[in-house]
């Protein structure tokens, strides 16, 4: 396996966080790697951005490795990432942050610190007939009580500043930082025509609002916010909207973006899980992970993630790594090509 810089050739059956518009709007250089055999064949390919901050020159991964073969087993995933890890030290990159959390890898290069993690994920190319019955039933009730009491799901782009304050403010409800508007706005922008915002509306006040990013591939819940007393039912009504929506642009999948594995009883991240589980979908498992390519600057590094929020989500969800920091074991290959189906398909990509 030799890894090489090759030419961005996206296409909408692929993840839109591969497409170059994206990646030059989120990094400060962006490109994409590919993993060719001995005998020249592109196997598999890994879109990134390199973002510099202060004097961190950071590697940020914004989907998870992209077979293009159904012959890249795990093995030679991680002989990919290894060989990728030195490209980015040549390179003069301090660091691999933690990805993106739609970036849900199979597998993690030695020496990376790893946590298990998830994304909640609905099939739709089932018939809309079949995702309404795969939800849960007071989820149901609560939609259609949201809509026959005047509800509306309408496309938010004109209402960006409410939409960013809304987001802005959920986050700072679990103390999250989040980006100023003219980032919001240039972010959005990058998505182009891949992008939309819903938004529900209810007595012309926005309760609730998400910024979709989609392809054919899948549409993701990026951001998402909520007035903390919004009406109820009104952020149900905007998600079973959006499925019908991008079921009827022919996306393959809805990605709810991001979840923690086993999260702990009685907490928000629980919550979350079960919410998106009653919308009928499914827990995709994995890892994400960090990599030190320069140990001086790493721990610089995590040290300022620690003062600023207490770390990363690496750090929060290591510990339940098993065998921590150790790479995938032979179980944990099986487990995660189980949980997945073995169905990952390969990317006609």
């Known amino acids: 396996m030799h890894v090489k810089p090759i030419p961005i050739q ?46 961190f020159k950071m590697v940020r991964f914004r989907t998870e490795t992209i077979a293009v073969t159904e012959k890249l087993e795990i093995p030679e995933e991680k002989k990919f990432l290894e060989e990728a890890m030195e490209y980015f030290r040549i ?8 990805a993106s959390n739609n970036a849900i890898f199979r597998t993690y290069p030695d020496g990376a610190e ?38 509306q799901i309408v496309t938010g782009f004109d209402r960006l500043n409410d939409v960013h304050r809304h987001v802005r403010d959920t986050f700072r409800r679990s103390k999250l930082p989040f980006m ?3 980032s919001f706005e240039r972010y959005v922008k990058g998505l182009g025509s891949n992008g939309i915002i819903l938004a529900a509306i209810y007595k012309d006040l926005v309760q609730s609002c998400v910024v979709f990013a989609y392809s054919e591939y899948c549409v993701y819940a990026i951001y998402a916010g909520n007035l903390p007393d919004q009406y109820p039912g009104a952020n149900k009504l905007l998600y079973w909207e959006a499925m019908r929506l991008f079921r009827s642009m022919g996306v393959r999948q809805y990605d709810f973006m991001g979840a923690r594995i086993d999260p ?21 498992r994995g890892f994400i992970w960090k990599y030190p390519l320069h140990p001086l600057r790493y721990r610089l590094y995590a040290l300022a993630a620690r003062l600023r929020s207490g770390g990363d989500i690496v750090d929060a969800e290591r510990h339940k790594l098993v065998p921590p920091r150790d790479g995938i074991s032979p179980s944990e290959a099986k487990s995660v090509r189980e949980a997945n189906g073995a169905e990952d398909p390969p ?3």
């Open 10 to 55: 996206w296409h909408p059956g692929m993840s839109i966080f591969a497409c170059e518009a994206f990646l030059k709007a989120v990094g400060n250089e962006y490109g994409w790697l590919g993993g060719v055999s001995d005998s020249g064949e592109l196997l598999c390919i890994l879109p990134y951005t390199l973002i510099h901050k202060i004097f």
């Open 91 to 98: 390179l003069g990159a301090d660091l691999i942050i933690p």
């Open 114 to 151: 790893a946590a298990p993690y998830g994304s909640y994920i609905i099939d739709l190319t089932k018939t809309e007939d079949m995702l309404w019955k795969n939800i849960d039933r007071i989820t149901r009730q609560n939609i259609k009580t949201a809509q026959k009491n005047g509800v």
């Open 180 to 182: 100023n508007l003219d």
């Open 264 to 284: 702990e009883k009685g907490s928000k991240q629980e919550a979350l899980a079960q919410f998106k589980k009653r919308f009928g979908a499914e827990l995709k």
């Open 347 to 349: 990317c006609r990509d």
